[in-house]
């Protein structure tokens, strides 16, 4: 999953950290100094090669800390998930971008704004167009809008 913008954080949290498991009671243990890559899908799918590490270095793979756990990095612009496994193979982890919280003040901010005009059509149902800033015109499906105007709903 992806958005175009910019490249997001993800690792350096609580929840990250390389393990396995040992013995016959399956005992997680931490993974220090594991090699992982980065992968676009948890099966096949393509290396993600091109990531930063926290000084915004080049790197093609991370490496865990005495105690297992996954350093910060970025991945590729507009990655928002990644899959992340051991170097030598086997299972891949799901790990989401940690900064995604500043996407969505962004959108709040954006859409702030936004004023929403209810108005009765032949639907019951208010339109503000995104487009049209004048809302003495506002268009409508009779108009010739289409699937390409921009338009936040309200169903009254």
């Known amino acids: 999953m992806s958005s175009t913008?910019?490249?997001?954080?993800?690792?350096?949290?609580?929840?990250?950290?390389?393990?396995?498991?040992?013995?016959?009671?399956?005992?997680?243990?931490?993974?220090?100094d594991a090699r992982l890559w980065a992968w676009t899908t948890a099966e096949d799918g393509v290396r993600i090669t091109d990531l930063l590490n926290e000084s915004l270095v080049g790197i093609d793979e991370l490496i865990t800390d005495a105690s297992g756990n996954i350093p910060r990095f970025q991945a590729r612009t507009g990655d928002t998930q990644i899959w992340l496994g051991a170097a030598e193979g086997g299972a891949?982890?799901?790990l989401m971008a940690t900064d995604l919280d500043e996407d969505v003040a962004a959108v709040e901010e954006a859409v702030d704004g936004i004023a929403v005009i209810p108005g009765e059509t032949a639907g019951g149902v208010g339109r503000f167009w995104g487009r049209y800033p004048n809302f003495e015109s506002l268009p409508t499906v009779e108009d010739g809008v289409d699937d390409n105007d921009f338009a936040i709903v309200i169903v009254e």
């Open 5 to 32: 913008t910019r490249r997001h954080w993800f690792g350096g949290s609580a929840n990250d950290y390389a393990a396995s498991l040992s013995g016959s009671n399956l005992t997680v243990v931490a993974r220090p």
């Open 92 to 94: 891949r982890t799901l």
